[in-house]
């Protein structure tokens, strides 16, 4: 051989161990198409030949990966080579194009065949270059866009349900919503059930369960009238990244029945509700309020009383909560339940909350 021939022969060596022969770099992204606040993943692959492993990975010339970590996936089996996977979450904040290309850097172990069965390996350095990877993040189409759409992004099932269904007016019942999927659900903001305000008092929704592909949400309405006997149904907008499309999903309407019979002695029991306070200006109870509960609580026949001064009936056991009605002093009642310094009371089928020393017993005194 000539001298010309074992130089060219040690360059074709060189670029061998220089440039990662048999290794292929590339990226995509799941999904594969990407829209404006989305989450997804950009993954990058890495194919080497099954003898061989590639160690002390790293990228070189790619300024918007500068700062993004890479989590190791599962190594899978392809032809004569093993895939190497490496996934990183990413948020789609703004429409964009661009490209990425680079180098791959790493360290290449080969395996070599010795005398018998005897095994030896190599460790080279590798550079390989990645193929061009367009990454175009795209806007969402302004087309059919619905106006309770908050961001939402994937693909997703609406459940809701109210508990109780049969209750009074002025008795509250707790609407429970819950949206899952698969997608981006952090920027809802909007998920609530509406209604007439002459119908239902509806209290903003309380967050139980907020993840980027679960939120679980309880409302509080409250029945104001006798008809108020059909709550509306609640819409979630979402944009489909499948069909590229928005949808609309409903739950409900939810029937409720307003009860509207007139509570008895027979019927009723004194239940007694143990709450934990939590306010400073609460935490000291009037001592002559206490006594009158603590009598009420163990007098077996005690259930009827008669207000003693005029009182606001609330719809909880706090000063602080909605106003439902009045009671005037000489008004008979029933006591129904009792919470530290307050009770529950029914007027002529009317129930809330007074305070205990608001009362006098008229049984079991």
């Given at each position: 051989?000539s001298f010309k021939g074992i130089i060219c022969g040690l360059l074709a060596l060189l670029a061998g161990v220089l440039y990662g022969e048999g290794i292929e770099a590339r990226f995509h992204t799941k999904p594969?198409?990407?829209?404006?606040?989305?989450?997804?993943?950009?993954?990058?692959?890495?194919?080497?030949?099954?003898?061989?492993?590639?160690?002390?990975?790293?990228?070189?010339?790619?300024?918007?990966?500068?700062?993004?970590?890479?989590?190791?996936?599962?190594?899978?089996?392809?032809?004569?080579?093993?895939?190497?996977?490496?996934?990183?979450?990413?948020?789609?904040?703004?429409?964009?194009?661009?490209?990425?290309?680079?180098m791959l850097t790493g360290r290449l172990v080969q395996q070599r065949q010795t005398l018998g069965l005897f095994k030896s390996w190599r460790s080279e350095s590798a550079r390989t270059p990645i193929q061009p990877?367009?990454?175009?993040?795209?806007?969402?189409?302004?087309?059919?866009?619905?106006?309770?759409?908050?961001?939402?992004?994937?693909?997703?099932?609406?459940?809701?349900?109210?508990?109780?269904?049969?209750?009074?007016?002025?008795?509250?019942?707790?609407?429970?919503?819950?949206?899952?999927?698969?997608?981006?659900?952090?920027?809802?903001?909007?998920?609530?059930?509406?209604?007439?305000?002459?119908?239902?008092?509806?209290?903003?929704?309380?967050?139980?369960?907020?993840?980027?592909?679960?939120?679980?949400?309880?409302?509080?309405?409250?029945?104001?009238?006798?008809?108020?006997?059909?709550?509306?149904?609640?819409?979630?907008?979402?944009?489909?990244?499948?069909?590229?499309?928005?949808?609309?999903?409903?739950?409900?309407?939810?029937?409720?029945?307003?009860?509207?019979?007139?509570?008895?002695?027979?019927?009723?029991?004194?239940?007694?509700?143990?709450?934990?306070?939590?306010?400073?200006?609460?935490?000291?109870?009037?001592?002559k309020a206490s006594d009158f509960v603590r009598r009420l609580n163990l007098q077996h026949g005690a259930r009827s009383a008669t207000v003693a001064k005029v009182a606001t009936a609330h719809l909880a056991p706090?000063?602080?909560?909605?106003?439902?009605?009045?009671?005037?002093?000489?008004?008979?009642?029933?006591?129904?339940?009792?919470?530290?310094?307050?009770?529950?009371?029914?007027?002529?089928?009317?129930?809330?909350?007074?305070?205990?020393?608001?009362?006098?017993?008229?049984?079991?005194?």
């Amino acid at each position: 051989m000539s001298f010309k021939g074992i130089i060219c022969g040690l360059l074709a060596l060189l670029a061998g161990v220089l440039y990662g022969e048999g290794i292929e770099a590339r990226f995509h992204t799941k999904p594969e198409k990407v829209f404006t606040g989305a989450e997804y993943d950009l993954i990058l692959e890495i194919d080497v030949p099954a003898e061989n492993e590639l160690q002390d990975i790293g990228l070189q010339g790619i300024p918007f990966l500068a700062n993004q970590s890479f989590e190791s996936a599962p190594t899978t089996q392809h032809g004569d080579k093993r895939r190497m996977s490496f996934v990183a979450r990413m948020h789609a904040e703004a429409p964009m194009i661009i490209r990425l290309e680079g180098m791959l850097t790493g360290r290449l172990v080969q395996q070599r065949q010795t005398l018998g069965l005897f095994k030896s390996w190599r460790s080279e350095s590798a550079r390989t270059p990645i193929q061009p990877f367009e990454l175009r993040i795209r806007d969402l189409p302004p087309e059919g866009r619905p106006q309770n759409f908050s961001g939402a992004i994937g693909e997703f099932i609406l459940s809701a349900s109210v508990q109780p269904d049969k209750l009074r007016t002025g008795e509250l019942a707790t609407l429970q919503l819950s949206v899952n999927g698969i997608g981006n659900l952090s920027s809802v903001t909007n998920l609530r059930a509406e209604a007439d305000s002459a119908l239902f008092r509806v209290y903003p929704p309380k967050q139980v369960t907020a993840k980027p592909d679960k939120l679980e949400l309880t409302q509080v309405v409250i029945p104001l009238t006798p008809q108020s006997t059909n709550l509306p149904a609640v819409a979630f907008s979402y944009f489909d990244t499948d069909t590229e499309r928005y949808k609309t999903l409903s739950a409900g309407p939810f029937a409720l029945t307003i009860d509207t019979s007139v509570a008895t002695n027979s019927t009723e029991q004194v239940r007694v509700i143990h709450v934990n306070r939590t306010e400073t200006t609460e935490s000291t109870l009037d001592e002559k309020a206490s006594d009158f509960v603590r009598r009420l609580n163990l007098q077996h026949g005690a259930r009827s009383a008669t207000v003693a001064k005029v009182a606001t009936a609330h719809l909880a056991p706090s000063e602080q909560s909605l106003p439902l009605f009045t009671v005037t002093a000489g008004t008979t009642v029933q006591v129904l339940e009792s919470a530290d310094s307050q009770v529950r009371i029914d007027s002529n089928g009317r129930r809330g909350w007074i305070a205990a020393n608001a009362l006098q017993t008229t049984q079991g005194d």
